[in-house]
C-alpha cells in the first residue's frame, strides 16, 4: 500500500527537481509513444532535443529558439501572475490574437506613411488590445461573478472568428489578389518588428519578454503587489484579513497578463509571421500555459521551461520533415509534460511512504 | 461481574514528529457514563476515532463484550454499536435532516419513515426535530440533535460524545444531559470527552484523563473535587491573570448600529448591533458558535465593509475603509481561523510577519519591502511570546496550533494596537499558552488599549472581562458589568433573551 | 435572404440532434461536479470519445462499437484525470486543462489516416405509426438511439440523484468531503467513479458529432462544446432537467443560427459563427449570481491526512 503523507512545509529540494524528473520521465514516455509510431525513438529523441541545438543545421535553428520562445515566455509571465493568485486567464490564445490585429490594424492603416512613431503606436495598441480583450473576463467576473476560465475561453473562438473576418474583409491586401491574408509588415520598413541583431532570432519581442522575465522576478520578491498576488493564490481569506483588494488584484492580473500576450501577437504579427492571416495563431498561448506550469510560476523556472518548449517546436518540425513524425506527435508529448508535471508535483507537499497493510 | 462493554488496552498512535496516544488503556462498562478528560492537544481524540475506525492504532487492542475489537472503517464500528456525534460536526449545510440522517445509517429506511422515526425519537428524547428542515438553517443546538438523532436511530451501545457542550447555551446543557441520562437509563453506554469539570461531575459515573497522550488517573468524578481532577489534567498550577481595571478612559471604539449581510451563504448577518469600547476596557462577547462572530470580527477589520458611521475609531467614521486603512489609525484584529485566515499556511512566518504588520511596522517603502524588518519583526514576536519553531523561516503550517495561536496574537499585541478584536483567542491552546496569552491581552489593556474579546468559552471570558455581552443569531444582547454575572443570566443573554423578558 | 427556406419542422428536429453533443457532455460533468470535483478536461474527453469512435466504426464498420470505444475512450482520458486530482492531489483547473490539450494532440495523431472518410451510417429510429405521424414523427419519433440514450440518461441522472442511497452519498461528497469522510464514506471512490462517468458521457458526445452530427473527421471539430458543456452545467444550476432545457435551448441557437448562414442573411458568416460563444458568456453572466446550487466542495482537494 502506498500513503502519501503531508509534510510540514513544501520542500524546497522537490519543488527544483520536479520539473527534471516530469521532462526525463516525459522523454521516456515520448520516446515509447514513438517508437509506437514505427520511430526509433532514441534517433526521434536526439532529433527534438539535440539537433536543434547541436546538429549540423544549428546555426539556423538556435535563432528559432528565441523566436518561438519569446512569445511563450511572455505570455507565461503574464499567466503566471494570475494562476499565482488563482486567476486562471487561459484565453491567452485569444489575447494574443487581438493584440495582433489591433497592432497590425494600426501600422496598416497608417500605410505606406514612413515614421519611426508607427512601430510604437502598433505596440502600444497591441498591449492595450490584449488588456481591454482579457478585461472583459476580467470586469465580468467582478460584476456578475462569471468563472474567468469560461469566458477567458469562449473570447478565444470569438477572436479566431474576428481574426478570420479581419483577414477576409477589412485588413486584407488590397493588392492581394483576392487572396486572404493583409499586406506582409516585413515589407513595411516602419511597423517591421526586425531582428535586432542579425542571425540570433532577437527581436523586440524577444526583448520584451526577457524585461518581463526581469519585472516579474522583482515584482514578486521584493514588492507589495507580487507579496499580495502570492498571497492570494496561498490563502485568499488571510489575503481579504491583510487588506489586499480581491477585485484590484484581479484586475492586474487579468490585465497585465492580457497585455503581454497581447504584445507577443503583436510582435509575431509584426516580425516572424509577417501578416494577418486565417492561420496566424499557432496555439501559443495555450502552450505558455504548460510553459508557466512547467516553469514552476517563477519567472527564471518560465525562461527555461520557455526555451525548452520552443526546443520541441522547432525539434518536432525537423523530425516532422526528417523522421515524417507526425505534428500532432509532439502536441501530444508537450500534454504529456503537463501530465507528469502535476503527477510528480505531490512530492513538494507530500511524502510517499510505503505502509505494508495490516502491520497496524 | 460481566465483561466490560469496550476494553481498550494500552493503545499507541503516533504522527510525524508527535506520539498522539502512548499506551492508553481503560474500561467502559454497560450503562456507564464514562468521561474522557483532557485538555486540547492531550490526544482524547484520537482515541475516539481509533475506537470509531477512523485512524488504526500502531499498537494495543480492544475488546468489545469481550471479542476482539478492531473496526477498520465506521461502518464496521457502527455495525457493531458505536455511534458518534462529533465535535465539529460531520452534516451536509445543503442536505435535509432526513438526508443527514440517513447518510449516518447502514441500512436506511425509505425516506418517508425515516422522516417519521425521526419525528417519533426525536420527541421521546426531547429533542424536537422537522425532519424537512435544511441543515445549513439550524442553530447549532438543532445541529447537533441532528447528529444525536442518526445515533440514536441505529440503537447503539455506546455513544460517543466528542466536546458536545461548548455549541451549547447553558439550558441547551441541561436539555442535553437529560438526555443523556434518559439513555443511560436505558442501558447505553456513553463515553463523554470533556475538559470542562463541572459538567463531568455532575454526568459522568467514571472518568479517565489524559495527559500529552499518556492516561495520567481514573476517578470517580462525583467523589472527586474539581481541583483534583484539574490538577491531573494540566500537570501543574496554573497561573491566574490579574486585573486591574480602569474604567473612565475614553471611548475608542464606538459601533452604531451596525447591520451587515455575511459574505458566506450559511453565515450569520449581523442585525442591528450597537456598542463601545473605553480605553484600557474589556469588552468579552460571549455566544453559540455561528452566531455572528466571525462576521462581527470582519465587520471591524475592515474585511466586511459598512456605511463609514456604524464603526467609529476615536470619533472617526471608519466603517468604509479596509483593514490596511484601520490599522494605520491602531485598529488591530486576530480572527478565529489561524490556517488560512489569520495566516498564510504556507507562508513562512517571516511572510505572515508582514502580513498584518505592513502598515504600523513600516515594513513596506514605495511599494517595496522591507524583508529585514519583517524578519526583525517576525523575530520579536517569536522572542516575546515564546513560540517555539526553529527559525522564522519556517512556514506556518510547521507550528503546532498553540505556537502558531501566539504567534498570531503576538503579532497584533507587539503591535501596540489602539483597538484590538480577537476572535477565540486560546482556541485549541494547552493551558498555559492559553494563561499566556490572556496575560497579554489583561496588559495591553493596562496600557489603555480597547479590547474586545470574542471567545466561546466562558470561563475565559469571565476571567478576563470587564463588561460581557452575547451574541445570538446576529444581534448583541444588552451589555452588563461582567462581576456578578450568575450562569443563568449569562445562559439567557446568549439564548437571546433579554432582563426583561426573563423577568415577566 | 429567404427566410422561408427554414423549414420549421426539420429546425425542431435538427435543433434535438445539435443539441445531444452538449447535453451529454454536460451531464456527465453535472455529475463530477456534483462529486466535488471541477474537471475541466471535457473538451480534451469529447474529442479523445470522437476519434475513438469514429475510428472503431470505420474499422468494424459498427456504429454501436463506435459509440462503446468513444465511452471507453473518454472514460480512459478521465481516468488519468482521477489518477491526477485524486491519487497525486494535482490542481483542479490545471489538470484538467492538461486533459484538453492532451487530448486535443493525442486526437489529432489517431486521426491522422481518418481524414476525409466516410463513416457507417447509425441507423435511425423507425417506429411505425408515430415515425409517420406528421409534424410530431419527424420531432420525436426519428432519431437515431443515442439521442434517445442521451435522454434517457438525462432522467436517469435526476432519478438517482434524487431518490437513490448512491445520488445521496455523491451529493454529500461533494458538498462535505471531510464530513463524508469522518461518516466512512470513500470520498476517493466516489469521486473517481464520477469522474469515470462524466468522461463516458463526454466521449459519448464527442462521438456524436464525428459520427451522427456531422458525419467525418476533423481535427479540433468539437470546437469548444466541450467548454460550452461546462457553462451549460452553471446555467442549469446543477439541476438535470435544466441541463436539458439549457442543452435545446443552445441546439436551437446554434440551427438556426446556421439556417441563417444558408438562408443567406446579411451577416457576415464568421459574426454568425461566433454567435454561440458570445450567446454563452451571456448565459454565464445571467445565471452566475445565482451560485447557491453550486456543490460546496468543489474544486477542493481531499486529503484524509488522520
Known amino acids: 500500500m502506498i500513503r502519501l503523507e503531508k509534510r510540514a512545509e513544501p520542500s524546497q529540494l522537490w519543488s527544483l527537481l520536479t520539473p527534471v524528473v516530469a521532462v526525463i520521465t516525459t522523454m521516456i514516455a515520448g520516446g515509447l509513444l514513438f517508437a509506437a509510431l514505427g520511430k526509433n525513438p532514441f534517433v526521434a ?76 503606436l502598433m505596440i502600444l495598441c497591441g498591449l492595450l488590445g490584449g488588456m481591454l480583450w482579457a478585461m472583459i473576463p476580467a470586469i465580468l467576473k467582478l460584476k456578475f461573478g462569471t468563472n474567468e476560465i469560461l469566458v477567458s475561453l469562449m473570447l478565444v473562438y470569438v477572436a479566431e472568428q474576428l481574426l478570420a473576418s479581419m483577414s477576409l474583409g477589412l485588413l486584407k491586401n488590397p493588392e492581394g489578389f483576392g487572396f486572404p491574408g493583409s499586406r506582409n509588415l516585413q515589407d513595411y520598413p516602419s511597423a517591421h518588428n526586425a531582428e535586432l541583431i542579425a542571425g540570433t532570432g532577437m527581436h523586440w519581442g524577444v526583448l520584451t519578454a526577457f524585461i518581463a522575465v526581469i519585472f516579474a522576478y522583482v515584482l514578486l520578491k521584493k514588492h507589495m503587489l507580487g507579496f499580495n498576488i502570492r498571497l492570494t493564490g496561498e490563502a485568499p481569506r488571510a489575503a481579504r484579513f491583510g487588506g489586499v483588494n480581491p477585485n484590484r488584484l484581479i484586475l492586474f492580473c487579468m490585465g497585465a497578463s492580457g497585455a503581454l500576450a497581447g504584445l507577443a501577437g503583436l510582435f509575431e504579427v509584426a516580425g516572424p509571421a509577417g501578416q494577418v492571416s486565417i492561420d496566424f495563431n499557432v496555439g501559443y498561448g495555450f502552450t505558455a500555459i504548460i510553459v508557466a506550469f512547467l516553469g514552476r510560476l517563477h519567472p527564471v523556472g518560465i525562461l527555461l521551461a520557455g526555451l525548452l518548449m520552443a526546443l520541441t517546436y522547432i525539434g518536432g518540425d525537423i523530425a516532422q520533415s526528417s523522421l515524417s513524425l507526425p505534428s500532432a506527435a509532439i502536441q501530444v508529448f508537450q500534454g504529456m509534460l503537463l501530465f507528469f508535471l502535476l503527477a510528480f508535483d505531490v512530492l513538494t507537499n507530500f511524502r510517499i511512504r510505503l505502509a505494508v497493510k495490516g502491520a497496524a | 461481574m460481566s465483561a466490560p462493554l469496550l476494553s481498550i488496552q494500552a493503545l499507541t498512535k503516533a504522527y510525524p514528529g508527535v506520539v498522539a496516544n502512548d499506551s492508553v488503556s481503560f474500561d467502559i462498562e454497560q450503562g456507564q457514563v464514562h468521561a474522557l478528560l483532557g485538555e486540547n492537544g492531550a490526544g482524547k481524540s484520537t482515541v475516539v476515532k481509533m475506537i470509531y475506525g477512523l485512524v488504526k492504532p500502531d499498537s494495543g487492542s480492544m475488546t468489545w463484550q469481550g471479542a476482539p475489537f478492531a473496526p477498520t472503517d465506521p461502518n464496521a464500528a457502527r455495525s457493531a454499536g458505536v455511534g458518534m456525534v462529533f465535535q465539529h460536526f460531520s452534516l451536509f449545510d445543503a442536505l435535509n435532516v432526513a438526508e443527514n440522517v440517513a447518510l449516518g445509517m447502514e441500512n436506511p429506511p425509505p425516506m418517508r419513515d425515516l422522516a417519521a422515526r425521526i419525528k417519533e425519537v426525536s420527541e421521546n428524547y426531547g429533542l424536537p426535530l422537522d425532519p424537512a428542515r435544511t441543515v445549513g438553517d439550524l442553530s447549532a443546538g ?88 484539574a490538577e491531573l489534567m494540566v500537570g501543574d498550577t496554573l497561573q491566574t491573570p490579574t486585573r486591574t481595571a480602569n474604567l473612565d478612559g475614553e471611548v475608542l471604539l464606538n459601533v452604531r448600529n451596525l447591520s451587515a449581510k455575511s459574505a458566506s451563504a450559511f453565515g450569520t448577518s449581523l442585525k442591528d448591533i450597537s456598542f463601545s469600547v473605553k480605553s484600557g476596557e474589556i469588552l468579552g462577547l460571549g455566544g453559540v458558535a455561528g452566531n455572528g462572530q466571525d462576521e462581527l470580527l470582519a465587520a471591524l477589520s475592515g474585511e466586511l465593509r459598512t456605511s463609514p458611521d456604524t464603526v467609529q475609531i476615536k470619533g472617526n467614521p471608519v466603517g468604509h475603509l479596509g483593514p490596511k486603512n484601520r490599522r494605520g489609525i491602531g485598529t488591530l484584529a486576530a480572527p478565529e481561523e489561524r490556517l488560512g485566515h489569520a495566516a498564510a499556511p504556507n507562508m513562512s512566518l517571516i511572510e505572515n510577519a508582514l502580513l498584518t504588520g505592513e502598515v504600523r511596522q513600516n515594513l513596506s517603502k514605495k511599494g517595496f519591502v522591507n524583508w529585514k524588518g519583517a524578519q526583525d519583526f517576525a523575530q520579536d514576536i517569536i522572542k516575546a511570546f515564546d513560540v517555539r519553531t526553529p527559525g522564522p523561516d519556517r512556514a506556518a503550517r510547521a507550528l503546532s496550533g498553540g505556537n502558531l495561536q501566539k504567534f498570531v496574537i503576538g503579532r497584533e499585541v507587539l503591535q501596540e494596537p489602539d483597538v484590538l478584536v480577537v476572535n477565540q483567542p486560546t482556541w485549541g491552546v494547552d493551558a498555559a499558552a492559553a494563561a499566556a496569552i490572556r496575560q497579554s491581552l489583561l496588559d495591553l489593556a493596562a496600557k489603555g488599549t480597547a479590547l474586545v474579546v470574542i471567545s466561546q468559552d466562558l470561563d475565559e471570558l469571565m476571567e478576563i472581562s470587564d463588561r460581557f455581552g452575547a451574541l445570538n443569531e446576529g444581534r448583541l444582547s444588552e451589555i452588563r458589568p461582567a462581576a456578578g454575572l450568575t450562569i443563568e443570566e449569562i445562559g439567557l443573554m446568549m439564548g437571546g433573551v433579554s432582563a426583561q423578558e426573563a423577568a415577566e | ?53 469514429f475510428a472503431i466504426a470505420v474499422e468494424t464498420t459498427s456504429p454501436a462499437l463506435g459509440i462503446l470505444a468513444a465511452m471507453l475512450g473518454g472514460a480512459v482520458l ?143 471539430m468539437t470546437a469548444g462544446v466541450g467548454w460550452i458543456a461546462l457553462a451549460l452545467v452553471v446555467f442549469a444550476s446543477w439541476k438535470p432537467w435544466r441541463v436539458l432545457l439549457g442543452a435545446y435551448l443552445f441546439g436551437g441557437l446554434t440551427v438556426l443560427q446556421l439556417n441563417l448562414q444558408a438562408a443567406g442573411i446579411p451577416i457576415p458568416v464568421e459574426y454568425l459563427a461566433m454567435s454561440p460563444y458570445l450567446i454563452t458568456i451571456l448565459v454565464l453572466v445571467i445565471m452566475s449570481a445565482d451560485k447557491s446550487g453550486a456543490p460546496a466542495s468543489l474544486g477542493r482537494i481531499f486529503h484524509a491526512s488522520q
Open chain 1, 45 to 120: 529523441i536526439r532529433t527534438i532535443f539535440y539537433d536543434p541545438l547541436f546538429g549540423e543545421f544549428a546555426f539556423y535553428y538556435r535563432p528559432q529558439l528565441l523566436v518561438k520562445g519569446g512569445p511563450l515566455i511572455l505570455i507565461a509571465i503574464g499567466l503566471s501572475l494570475g494562476f499565482r493568485a488563482g486567476i486562471w486567464n487561459i484565453g491567452a490564445e485569444g489575447q494574443y490574437i487581438i493584440g495582433a490585429l489591433c497592432g497590425a490594424g494600426a501600422g496598416l492603416a497608417l500605410y505606406p506613411m514612413e515614421s519611426v512613431l508607427i512601430f510604437p
Open chain 3, 1 to 53: 435572404m429567404d427566410l422561408s427556406a427554414i423549414n420549421p419542422v426539420l429546425l425542431v428536429a435538427s435543433l434535438m440532434v445539435a443539441a445531444t453533443p452538449l447535453l451529454l457532455a454536460a451531464i456527465g460533468e453535472l455529475v463530477v461536479e456534483k462529486a466535488g470535483v471541477l474537471n475541466l478536461g471535457v473538451e480534451g474527453m469529447m474529442i479523445i470519445g470522437a476519434i475513438c469512435g
Open chain 2, 142 to 229: 438543532e445541529r447537533q440533535r441532528v447528529e444525536i438523532i442518526r445515533c440514536l436511530l441505529q440503537d447503539p451501545k455506546l455513544l460517543i460524545m466528542d466536546e458536545p457542550t461548548s455549541v451549547l447555551t447553558p439550558q441547551e446543557v441541561q436539555i442535553l444531559f437529560k438526555t443523556l441520562r434518559q439513555l443511560k437509563a436505558e442501558g447505553t453506554s456513553i463515553l463523554y470527552i470533556s475538559h470542562k469539570l463541572e459538567e463531568i461531575r455532575s454526568l459522568c459515573d467514571h472518568a479517565s484523563i489524559l495527559r500529552l497522550g499518556k492516561n495520567v488517573g481514573e476517578c470517580i468524578p462525583a467523589q472527586t473535587s474539581a481541583r483534583n481532577m
Open chain 3, 78 to 220: 478521465s481516468l488519468l484525470f482521477a489518477f491526477l486530482t485524486q491519487v497525486a492531489l494535482a490542481n483542479q483547473v490545471a489538470s484538467g486543462l492538461a486533459l484538453t490539450l492532451f487530448g486535443l494532440g493525442l486526437s489529432a495523431l489517431l486521426g491522422q489516416s481518418y481524414v476525409g472518410i466516410k463513416p457507417p451510417a447509425m441507423a435511425k429510429l423507425n417506429i411505425p405509426v408515430l415515425s409517420d405521424l406528421p409534424i410530431v414523427g419527424p420531432i420525436l419519433f426519428s432519431h437515431d438511439p443515442v439521442l434517445y440514450i442521451g435522454l434517457a440518461i438525462i432522467a436517469a441522472t435526476w432519478a438517482v440523484l434524487k431518490f437513490t442511497r448512491a445520488g445521496l452519498i455523491l451529493r454529500a461528497v461533494g458538498e462535505n468531503h471531510e464530513a463524508a469522510h469522518a461518516l466512512g464514506y470513500n470520498v476517493v471512490r466516489v469521486r473517481i467513479l464520477a469522474i469515470l462517468f462524466g468522461g463516458a458521457c463526454a466521449g459519448l458526445g464527442g462521438a456524436y458529432i464525428s459520427l451522427i452530427r456531422v458525419p467525418q473527421w476533423t481535427e479540433g
